[in-house]
């Protein structure tokens, strides 16, 4: 056996991020020519394997094979497959299959074409193959592309029924290879996470574990808040339609090379996959088959997750439903970074999550459920970083002592996207609201910061402008000092009854003694008048003692939308705010360091906010 090797191969070194250009066409040009091989290397086929020592982009340790099976919806679909098998199998021998299912596989590049000088398997989880040494551990790595990428003909369907029949073929062929046991995990990280949660929800007996890091937990929200749609509402349709019509190698096979060139001769294939998402009805049949969350229920496939709860991308949304409708065994890291991988690192060698043994764990888990070996190691249920950096060990998540419906009371806002705000704060003379916003592509790899860098000064600004009876932009509502540290987790959800329409955005800060305020939560939806009921994202949020909490409500002012104001003042009342509470005294440590992103969200969200006066309790009566 050989020595577990270092993972070398950073994702943000073999991910090339998307241009971000123009608005949504009807049909997406090809990316370039992929560069043509300077040199003739063994290529794959499904009876001759290929190894390491015949073409360089096929792992050492494996043999290579290419695939192709029929997609299980009889739509006449067909997948193309990469199967890595450890080398030294022996004949008849069989190995449990690590699967991973989505768009990023194709032999030029995950989401744009890469330079490669010639064909080969993607490289896109290299870092999970050495960092778990898997071949030697005895399993085979298999890559399927999704209808329309790669190698695999059919219409792209974003986390449809189309990809939903895929998922399902990919495990059955699967298992059922003659190198198969028939144990078959899940593996992936965002668009090959939301792959690994739609396996569970099909519950399959030949599935036995899922591995998803920082998926999302139903479509939906990545798309639009409540109706309001988020800057890539014509990006991410861009961005799949875009790696859709990618460019493959040239020395690819025949089958290979027409297939991926499917979206030729269906140009419908692009405009009905940009069509779904112009869709801002969440109960349209488009999304409900789409809300991963709600198709989880009492599913009990074993569970591996990973999620940021401040990061910028794939969003903790509808988390909590989803793991509460699972029912399996579960195991997470959940905690204060961005859009990574449990092994990846910081340019300065600093682990992206903070804890060591990620591919230690994945493996261990993959070992009890798909080869029923028991861990040596005992390993938390859910390994948790709140936000002081601190890390914690629990048997689920969240873990509630308490939970609290805390009266906000109401007062009045302009839905003007912050445009009163910033005349009122400046000369009085009104400023056209700015339009900063990115409108090109990205896909759930590839995000761009979207906040608007806020004025200096402009909270504190806000603040003042309530206490003299103005009604601007928003209002703020402060709770009085948490006595003794209380942690904010689960999902906070806000009620209120308004008179007006347009939009809400609700934020909630936790404001310290000097005035400083950092934006933990936030979300957004369309208002009626009426009575209206919105979560936020999930968090896991510490308030220490001495400290306040804020609850903003008022017009969006944030990049992370893109509303249309309707200029009419909003009148909010009887607002309540739902929180579930847990007691940090109680908490049982575990391994690991502060995440390096948590310091640079830390930087970005923090203002001036000193607190105004008290008209709630964040702990009634003191106890949790």
């Known amino acids: 056996m050989r020595a577990r090797r270092t993972a070398r191969w950073a994702t943000s070194a073999l991910v090339t991020t998307i241009a971000l250009t123009g608005a949504l066409a009807g049909t997406a040009a090809a990316s370039g020519p992929a560069a043509p091989p300077t040199r003739a290397v063994a290529v794959a086929t499904a009876t001759d394997p290929v190894s390491h020592e015949e073409n360089d982009r096929v792992p050492e340790g494996s043999l290579w094979t290419q695939h192709y099976f029929p997609s299980s919806d009889r739509s006449g679909t067909e997948l193309h497959a990469d199967v890595l098998l450890p080398e030294n199998l022996p004949r008849r021998a069989k190995v449990p299959v690590i699967l991973s299912v989505g768009p990023y596989f194709g032999h030029s590049g995950q989401s744009a074409v890469e330079g490669w000088t010639h064909t080969g398997p993607s490289a896109r989880f290299q870092d999970f193959i050495e960092g778990t040494d898997l071949f030697d551990q005895g399993y085979a790595f298999v890559m399927v592309d999704l209808r329309g990428f790669g190698g695999s003909t059919g219409c792209l369907d974003w986390g449809g029924p189309g990809e939903q029949a895929d998922v399902k073929a990919a495990i059955d062929w699967a298992a059922r290879q003659p190198w198969s046991t028939g144990a078959v995990g899940l593996y992936g990280k965002s668009y090959d996470a939301v792959t690994g949660l739609i396996g569970n929800n099909l519950d399959q007996r030949a599935l036995k574990a899922v591995v998803a890091q920082e998926p999302l937990w139903d479509m939906y929200p990545y798309i639009y808040s409540n109706g309001v749609p988020r800057p890539n509402v014509t990006g991410t349709a861009n961005a799949y339609n875009s790696i859709a019509t990618q460019s493959q190698m040239a020395d690819d096979d025949a089958r290979y090379l027409a297939n991926s060139r499917y979206e030729q001769s269906h140009p419908e294939c692009l405009?009905?996959?940009?069509?779904?998402?112009?869709?801002?009805?969440?109960?349209d049949a488009f999304w409900t088959a789409r809300d991963l969350a709600k198709s989880a229920n009492g599913t009990d496939t074993p569970l591996f997750v990973t999620q940021g709860f401040i990061e910028n991308n794939t969003k903790p949304e509808e988390m909590q439903e989803y793991l509460d409708n699972h029912k399996?065994?579960?195991?997470?890291?959940?905690?204060?970074?961005?859009?990574?991988?449990?092994?990846?690192?910081?340019?300065?060698?600093?682990?992206?999550?903070?804890?060591?043994?990620?591919?230690?764990?994945?493996?261990?888990?993959?070992?009890?459920?798909?080869?029923?070996?028991?861990?040596?190691?005992?390993?938390?249920?859910?390994?948790?970083?709140?936000?002081?950096?601190?890390?914690?060990?629990?048997?689920?998540?969240?873990?509630?002592?308490?939970?609290?419906?805390?009266?906000?009371?109401?007062?009045?806002?302009?839905?003007?996207?912050?445009?009163?705000?910033?005349?009122?704060?400046?000369?009085?003379?009104?400023?056209?609201?700015?339009?900063?916003?990115?409108?090109?592509?990205?896909?759930?790899?590839?995000?761009?910061?979207?906040?608007?860098?806020?004025?200096?000064?402009?909270?504190?600004?806000?603040?003042?402008?309530?206490?003299?009876?103005?009604?601007?932009?928003?209002?703020?509502?402060?709770?009085?000092?948490?006595?003794?540290?209380?942690?904010?987790?689960?999902?906070?959800?806000?009620?209120?009854?308004?008179?007006?329409?347009?939009?809400?955005?609700?934020?909630?800060?936790?404001?310290?003694?000097?005035?400083?305020?950092?934006?933990?939560?936030?979300?957004?939806?369309?208002?009626?008048?009426?009575?209206?009921?919105?979560?936020?994202?999930?968090?896991?949020?510490?308030?220490?003692?001495?400290?306040?909490?804020?609850?903003?409500?008022?017009?969006?002012?944030?990049?992370?939308?893109?509303?249309?104001p309707s200029g009419e003042t909003v009148r909010v009342e009887n607002g309540r705010l739902r929180l579930a509470l847990d007691d940090p005294a109680d908490d049982v440590a575990t391994g690991g360091a502060r995440s390096p992103y948590l310091d640079t969200y830390l930087r970005q969200y923090t203002v001036d906010l000193p607190a105004g006066a008290p008209t709630f309790t964040v702990v009634p009566g003191g106890r949790l």
């Open 328 to 564: 399996g065994p579960e195991r997470g890291w959940v905690g204060q970074w961005d859009h990574v991988r449990g092994g990846d690192r910081t340019s300065d060698g600093r682990l992206a999550m903070g804890r060591e043994g990620w591919y230690d764990e994945t493996l261990a888990f993959y070992d009890q459920y798909l080869k029923g070996v028991r861990p040596v190691v005992r390993y938390p249920a859910y390994s948790v970083e709140d936000s002081t950096g601190a890390w914690r060990a629990q048997k689920t998540w969240p873990v509630v002592d308490r939970s609290v419906t805390l009266p906000l009371g109401g007062g009045s806002y302009v839905d003007d996207g912050g445009v009163s705000a910033l005349a009122a704060l400046a000369s009085g003379v009104p400023a056209p609201r700015e339009s900063t916003l990115p409108s090109g592509q990205w896909d759930m790899e590839n995000a761009p910061a979207t906040d608007l860098v806020a004025p200096e000064g402009l909270t504190e600004g806000l603040t003042r402008l309530q206490e003299a009876g103005s009604v601007t932009s928003s209002f703020f509502v402060w709770s009085k000092p948490v006595e003794r540290a209380v942690r904010v987790t689960g999902t906070p959800q806000i009620s209120l009854t308004a008179e007006g329409k347009g939009n809400v955005m609700v934020k909630l800060y936790d404001v310290a003694p000097d005035g400083t305020a950092v934006m933990f939560d936030e979300q957004v939806s369309l208002l009626t008048s009426g009575r209206l009921r919105v979560d936020l994202k999930a968090t896991d949020w510490t308030l220490t003692a001495g400290h306040v909490l804020a609850v903003e409500i008022g017009s969006i002012r944030t990049g992370s939308w893109r509303d249309t």
């Open 271 to 283: 405009t009905d996959n940009a069509a779904g998402f112009r869709i801002a009805d969440r109960d």
